[in-house]
């Protein structure tokens, strides 16, 4: 049928149909839609399993790109994201809705549907920790201990000294590592926060410690996968 005919024969079946009572009209199976932020500490236990289950058969097991499918050339090798480079500059929330949609030119699912918000703001979350090895973590515990606490709070939830609360969830999710890392290093406006004693694994471990302070169930940071993984 040429365009114009189509045109008519709309037209001419407008004319025809009666209006419909709008309730006949079944509803279209809808999303729920996100509300944008986590409304619990993001659980990075259940972000393992779900990084296990769903993730590790292109990303593989530590986050180093080397899952079945890329090593079978099925798919195109994904950046590690157990690279501190890799989204250093990225907020979660930026990863966020990068997982949400995926990349299907490139191979990257969407994951909106698959899993809830809950569970993608896990699985985010999660990602975050693939640079972090248990050692790591416990020397950004001990330094915070000795460096911040005073003014931040054993805890992070700021003192009348700063008042920032570095474990709210909905704060750390609009922070990148870059940004954590350069508040102790370039300090803050007035010249203070520079911590020049400290060397750069030093501050990449109080980067990952900040972090876990917003999570929920941080012991399972730098711990193995749990067993049900599709990589093989
Ligand atoms: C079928 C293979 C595949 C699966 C499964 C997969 N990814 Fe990906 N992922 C990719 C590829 C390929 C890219 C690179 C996409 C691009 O370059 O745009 C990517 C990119 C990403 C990035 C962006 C990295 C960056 O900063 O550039 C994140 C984050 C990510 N994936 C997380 C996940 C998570 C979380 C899951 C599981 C819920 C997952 N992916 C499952 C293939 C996959
Ligand atoms: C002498 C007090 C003091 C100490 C010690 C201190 N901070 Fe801070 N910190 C502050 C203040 C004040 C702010 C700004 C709070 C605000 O924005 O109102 C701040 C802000 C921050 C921010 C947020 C920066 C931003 O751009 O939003 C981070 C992250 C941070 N501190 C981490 C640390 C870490 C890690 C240590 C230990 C190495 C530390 N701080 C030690 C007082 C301190």
């Not at 729920?32 to 986590?38: F, M, R, T």
């Not at 790591?136 to 992070?156: F, T, V, Y």
Request: glycine residues 6%.
């Amino acid at each position: 049928m040429t365009r114009p005919s189509l045109v008519l024969a709309a037209l001419l079946l407008a004319a025809c149909s009666p209006p419909k009572p709008v309730a006949t009209i079944t509803p279209a199976a809808t999303l729920v839609p996100d509300i944008g932020y986590p409304q619990t500490p993001p659980d990075v236990a259940l972000g393992a399993q779900i990084f296990a289950k769903r993730c590790t058969a292109c990303h593989g097991e530590a986050g180093l790109a080397d899952g079945p499918l890329v090593r079978a050339k099925a798919i195109p090798a994904p950046p590690q994201l157990a690279a501190w480079d890799t989204g250093w500059d990225k907020t979660p929330a930026e990863r966020f809705a990068f997982i949400a949609v995926g990349n299907m030119d490139k191979m990257m699912p969407p994951w909106n549907e698959a899993l809830s918000e809950p569970e993608r703001w896990a699985v985010t979350l999660f990602t975050y920790t693939l640079h972090t090895t248990p050692e790591q973590l416990e020397q950004g515990r001990n330094l915070w201990a000795a460096e911040c606490a005073s003014c931040h709070g054993a805890d992070g939830r700021g003192t009348a000294e700063a008042d920032i609360n570095l474990s709210d969830p909905r704060h750390m999710i609009g922070v990148s590592d870059e940004t954590l890392y350069n508040s102790i290093t370039h300090g803050l406006a007035d010249g203070s926060h520079v911590f020049a004693q400290l060397d750069d694994d030093q501050r990449r471990s109080l980067v990952a410690y900040t972090r876990s302070l917003s999570v929920a169930n941080p012991d399972a940071i730098g711990q193995p996968l749990p067993a049900e993984t599709t990589a093989q």
